[in-house]
């Protein structure tokens, strides 16, 4: 069933690969199960990828590029396409600005940012929110989230700011080992060169102000050096780009920034957090 409704629904990325890994595999006179013995995948598998019954995964995608494809690099720029198709509507055109970002400013108020996720917790709010999704849509949001995390990694690398209420580092996800392994993963990115990890704690509005009180915000840096704001409140998007109002949240950014723990501080309470849940 769910097969006969990804071919109703294939899109023009999942089409196209859709057609050169079949006219790639027969040119180099291979059956579907050859093909997936070579990939590490079955012949059911390659079928599916063919038919646009089962869109192909990132790891599958890989593979293809190293089996048929000729080091023309078609699978390999496929990757970013496929992944974008897998994203929920809303968030589409903001996943294309934060993969080419050259510095993001993020503040998150009531989970992990998505970008720092690890695969149990992304699991565990994703499966758990509304409405429900059946789990093969689940297992796609997964691991469409977690290749977010190229960013971190790429040349030449983003610069990235996180700002995380307290509350986020002590609210339960998923299970205790879901939440030690979620603040370990946080503590190593946090000593990223190119990552920066503040902590806003609790007592941040005893002197009667709190700059985060309306919530997450996405600041961005393009590569062509445009500001831009993003927000996703009630998984609706808006991005922004009139230079007044990114400048207004830049501003309050700033002062949630200054309102944090300093990053040393903030990576200590992490840590002992990750401890407690030993």
């Not at 994203?87 to 294309?96: E, G, H, R, S, T």
Request: with cysteine; hydrophobic share 40%.
């Amino acid at each position: 069933m769910a097969g006969q409704e990804n071919k109703e629904k294939a899109t023009p990325t999942a089409q196209l690969v859709a057609h050169m890994t079949r006219t790639l595999r027969k040119q180099k006179g291979l059956t579907q199960e050859q093909l997936g013995e070579m990939c590490g995948f079955s012949g059911a598998a390659i079928s599916g990828v063919e038919t646009c019954a089962q869109p192909a995964s990132d790891q599958m995608l890989v593979k293809l590029e190293e089996a048929i494809g000729d080091g023309m690099g078609f699978f390999h720029e496929s990757r970013l396409y496929v992944r974008i198709d897998k994203y929920p509507v809303q968030f589409k055109d903001y996943a294309l600005v934060e993969r080419a970002a050259v510095n993001l400013c993020l503040y998150s108020t009531l989970v992990v940012h998505g970008l720092f996720q690890t695969e149990g917790y992304a699991r565990a709010l994703i499966a758990g929110g509304y409405p429900i999704l059946s789990q093969e849509r689940v297992e796609e949001l997964v691991d469409a989230r977690l290749a977010r995390q190229d960013v971190f990694d790429r040349e030449p690398p983003a610069t990235i700011e996180l700002i995380l209420e307290e509350s986020v580092l002590r609210r339960l996800i998923g299970s205790d080992a879901v939440m030690r392994d979620q603040l370990t993963f946080l503590a190593a990115c946090a000593e990223k060169r190119n990552v920066t990890v503040y902590v806003l704690p609790l007592t941040a509005g005893l002197q009667g102000e709190h700059a985060g009180v309306y919530g997450d915000i996405n600041l961005v840096e393009t590569h062509e050096h445009e500001h831009l704001a993003y927000l996703e409140p009630q998984n609706e998007s808006m991005m922004i780009s009139d230079p007044a109002s990114v400048s207004a949240y830049a501003q309050r950014y700033a002062r949630m920034r200054a309102q944090a723990l300093p990053p040393r501080e903030s990576l200590g309470l992490i840590e002992r957090l990750a401890g407690d849940q030993q």
